[in-house]
């Protein structure tokens, strides 16, 4: 098994677990990164291409390139999904948060463990 079919083969995997496979697929005695993203896309990346990678992420940082960057794509996220940006979307992501910050919530093992309960 490789690293792609152990990736293809899980629906979920967390950082850690995924850490400890990887280290039984790919033997390596190289220092390794796993980057996990918001979308299904992992990044695994030697420890002196990921410093190589930090040191460019800085220099943007430091000519402002970055922070332009961001302000651009957080005017066309909100041009592309202005329901999110919504007064009323956003008032039920605040009080999401405050349920989260105070405990009022409930975790599930799996999707049939929650449907269970919302069947109640």
């Known amino acids: 098994m490789n690293a792609f079919?152990?990736?293809?083969a899980t629906e979920y995997i967390g950082a850690?677990?995924?850490r400890v496979n990887l280290d039984k697929v790919l033997h390596?005695?190289?220092?390794y990164r796993v980057m996990l993203h918001n979308k299904p896309k992992v990044t695994i990346l030697p420890d002196d291409r990921f410093l190589e990678?930090?040191?460019i992420i800085e220099e943007l940082k430091?000519?402002?390139?970055?922070?332009k960057a961001a302000r651009r794509f957080q005017q066309e996220s909100k041009t592309k999904h202005a329901w999110?940006?919504?007064e009323a979307w956003q008032?039920?992501?605040k009080e999401v948060d405050e349920d989260i910050k105070t405990g009022r919530m409930?975790?599930?093992?799996?999707?049939?463990?929650l449907f269970k309960h919302l069947d109640k």
């Open 84 to 86: 999110f940006w919504s």
């Open 16 to 18: 850690k677990e995924l």
């Open 5 to 8: 079919s152990l990736l293809r």
């Open 28 to 31: 390596s005695s190289h220092p």
């Open 106 to 113: 409930k975790r599930f093992k799996s999707a049939k463990d």
């Open 91 to 93: 008032k039920g992501e």
């Open 62 to 67: 430091d000519s402002g390139l970055l922070e």
């Open 53 to 55: 990678l930090m040191e």
